[in-house]
C-alpha cells in the first residue's frame, strides 16, 4: 500500500527534521507534555502505602501498559503515589540503560491504572490539553526520535538522558484531531503488521519442533522403520532396533576432560594460541570465530590436557550445557577454556556423538532430578556416565548424512521465515516515523478508535 504526500510543506527548522507539512507546527516536548522522571525505587518501606510498580522491564518488553501484568510489589509515599500513578494518555519511557540503543523505549497508557506507579530509571510524558498521548507515544517509536535520542543519551559505562535533553527535544505536531487519526491509523495497520510477524514466529517455533524431534528419532530409532527393535532398558530411551548398543560416553571416547578453568586470562595475548569459549560454540554446531581470545604459547603448553584436535568435540558446561561443536581442521590444535572436551570416538563418527548429545535423549540427562530444571553447571562427572545408543558405523554415517540435509532444509525455512519478520519491522518502523513526520499523507486512512 502507498499513501499520498500532503500537498504543501515547508521547512521546519530542525536539520535532522527537514520539510514538515503546512500547518503542523515544530515545538519542544515540554511545551506540549509534561515530562517527569521517577524516584520510586523497588523497596519496600514500612511507613509507606503498598502500591504495584511498573518498573524497566514492563516498559521496555511491552507496547502498552495494561492492567492484569504481572508487577511488582512495593511501596511509595502519598506525594509519590499523587504524581507517579498511571494515568490514560501517559506514556513511559526508560531513562537509563546500558546501551544507547535501549535509551526512551516507549510504553503507553491507555487506561487509568489506580495503585500502579512509574518506577525508578523511567520518565513519564504526560500530554497537556490539545496533545494526544497515543501519537506522542509513536513520536517516541520513530526512527528519528531514536536516533536524536542516541546522539542526546550521555555517560560511559551506563547512559542516560537529561531532563533538558527530554524537555527540548523537538518534534513536528498536526492539530489535535490529526493527531489522533495518524494514531488510531498506526494502531489499526502496525496490528496488522504484528499479526504477520506472530504468525512467521509461530512458523520459526513450529520448525525448530520439527528439527529437534527430527533429530531425536533419528538417533534413538534409526531411519529404517522395519527394522527389529528391542528394549533398552531405559525407561526414558524406550525401544531402540535391536542391533544397537546402549554405551556409557566414557565407553565411546577415550578421553573426556575439561578446559583451561582456573585463571585462564593470565595466560591471555593478542596474538598467540586460540582458545575456544562457551561464546564460539555455536547452536547448529558451527565453531564462531567471533569474540575468540588468544593465549601464550607457555599457557599452551602447560595445558597440554586441553589441546584440541580434529574430530574432537567440546561441550558448553554452564548456561546452555550440552550445546556441542565438532572441532574442525581449522582449530586443529587449538585450546579451550570452561569446556568439556569429548575426544573424538575410538569407533563410529563423531558427528553422529554431535547429533545425540543435541537430541532429547541427551537433554533429558542434563535436567536434574526432582527439580526438574536444565542442569546450569554440566561436569566431567555428568559427562562420562552419559548413556548413548551406539549404532554400527554404517548405521551412524546414514544417520548423520539424513540429518545434515533434513536439518538445513528445515534451517533453510527458518532463515526465510526470519529474513519475513525483519522485512515486516522494517516497514513497521518505515510506516511510524512517515507518518509521525508529515512524510505520508494518511488522513483518507482514518479509523476512529479511542485515543486520550
Given at each position: 500500500m502507498s499513501f499520498p504526500r500532503y500537498p504543501h510543506y515547508k521547512e521546519s527548522g530542525v536539520e535532522w527534521l527537514g520539510e514538515v507539512p503546512e500547518g503542523w507546527e515544530v515545538l519542544p516536548l515540554k511545551k506540549t507534555c509534561h515530562v517527569f522522571p521517577s524516584n520510586v525505587?523497588?523497596?519496600?518501606?514500612?511507613?509507606?502505602?503498598?502500591i504495584n510498580l511498573c518498573n524497566y522491564t514492563d516498559v521496555y518488553y511491552n507496547e502498552i501498559i495494561v492492567a492484569g501484568m504481572d508487577f511488582m510489589a512495593a511501596t511509595a509515599t502519598a506525594d509519590?503515589?499523587?504524581?507517579?500513578?498511571?494515568?490514560a494518555g501517559d506514556t513511559i519511557i526508560t531513562k537509563d540503560s546500558e546501551s544507547a540503543d535501549d535509551i526512551a523505549i516507549a510504553a503507553y497508557v491507555p487506561e487509568d491504572m489506580p495503585g500502579i506507579v512509574c518506577g525508578y530509571h523511567l520518565s513519564m510524558i504526560r500530554p497537556t490539553p490539545g496533545f494526544c498521548?497515543?501519537?506522542?507515544?509513536r513520536l517516541f517509536d520513530s526512527r528519528y526520535a531514536k536516533a536524536r535520542f542516541q546522539v542526546l543519551a550521555n555517560g560511559l559505562t551506563r547512559m542516560g538522558l537529561g531532563q533538558y535533553a527530554l524537555d527540548n527535544i523537538k518534534f513536528a505536531f498536526p492539530p489535535a484531531n490529526e493527531q489522533q487519526t495518524i494514531a488510531a491509523f498506526l494502531d489499526r495497520e502496525t496490528a496488522k503488521i504484528d499479526a504477520l510477524v506472530a504468525e512467521q514466529e509461530n512458523l520459526i517455533a513450529l520448525l525448530k519442533e520439527k528439527r529437534q524431534a527430527v533429530i531425536s528419532h533419528a538417533v534413538t530409532k534409526g531411519l529404517d522403520p522395519t527394522v527389529p527393535m528391542k528394549d533398552s532398558g531405559i525407561e526414558w530411551l524406550g525401544e531402540m532396533p535391536a542391533h544397537w548398543e546402549v554405551k556409557r560416553l566414557k565407553q565411546v571416547s577415550p578421553q573426556i576432560t575439561v578446559g583451561i578453568v582456573i585463571e585462564p586470562s593470565k595466560y591471555y595475548v593478542d596474538e598467540g594460541i586460540p582458545a575456544l569459549r562457551s561464546l564460539n560454540v555455536g547452536k547448529k554446531g558451527e565453531i564462531l570465530e567471533d569474540n575468540l581470545v588468544f593465549i601464550s604459547e607457555e599457557g599452551h603448553d602447560l595445558n597440554s590436557k586441553s589441546k584440541l584436535s580434529t574430530?574432537?568435540?567440546?561441550?558448553?558446561?554452564?548456561?546452555?550445557?550440552?550445546?556441542?561443536?565438532?572441532?574442525?581442521?581449522k582449530f586443529d590444535g587449538c585450546n579451550c577454556i570452561d569446556l568439556i572436551i569429548?575426544?573424538?570416538?575410538?569407533?563410529?563418527?563423531?558427528?553422529?556423538?554431535?547429533?545425540?548429545?543435541?537430541?532429547?535423549?541427551?537433554?533429558?540427562?542434563?535436567?536434574?532430578?526432582?527439580?526438574?530444571?536444565?542442569?546450569?553447571?554440566?561436569?566431567v562427572g555428568a559427562a562420562v556416565n552419559l548413556v548413548v545408543p551406539w549404532p554400527n558405523e554404517s548405521d551412524q554415517n546414514e544417520i548423520v548424512?539424513?540429518?545434515?540435509?533434513?536439518?538445513?532444509?528445515?534451517?533453510?525455512?527458518?532463515?526465510?521465515?526470519?529474513?519475513?519478520?525483519?522485512?515486516?519491522?522494517?516497514?513497521?518502523?518505515?510506516?511510524i516515523s512517515a507518518a509521525v513526520t508529515g512524510k505520508i499523507?494518511?488522513?483518507?486512512?482514518?479509523?476512529e478508535l479511542p485515543h486520550h
Open positions: 525505587d523497588k523497596k519496600s518501606y514500612d511507613d509507606e502505602v503498598n509519590q503515589i499523587a504524581k507517579f500513578t498511571l494515568r498521548g497515543a501519537f506522542i507515544k574430530g574432537d568435540l567440546v561441550a558448553v558446561r554452564s548456561g546452555q550445557p550440552g550445546t556441542t561443536s565438532v572441532v574442525s581442521e569429548i575426544r573424538k570416538p575410538n569407533i563410529g563418527s563423531e558427528f553422529f556423538l554431535y547429533w545425540f548429545l543435541g537430541s532429547d535423549a541427551a537433554l533429558i540427562q542434563f535436567v536434574m532430578g526432582s527439580g526438574g530444571a536444565i542442569q546450569q553447571h554440566f561436569n548424512a539424513f540429518l545434515d540435509t533434513e536439518t538445513a532444509k528445515v534451517d533453510t525455512l527458518t532463515a526465510e521465515a526470519q529474513r519475513a519478520i525483519d522485512l515486516l519491522k522494517e516497514r513497521r518502523s518505515a510506516l499523507d494518511v488522513r483518507g486512512y482514518d479509523a
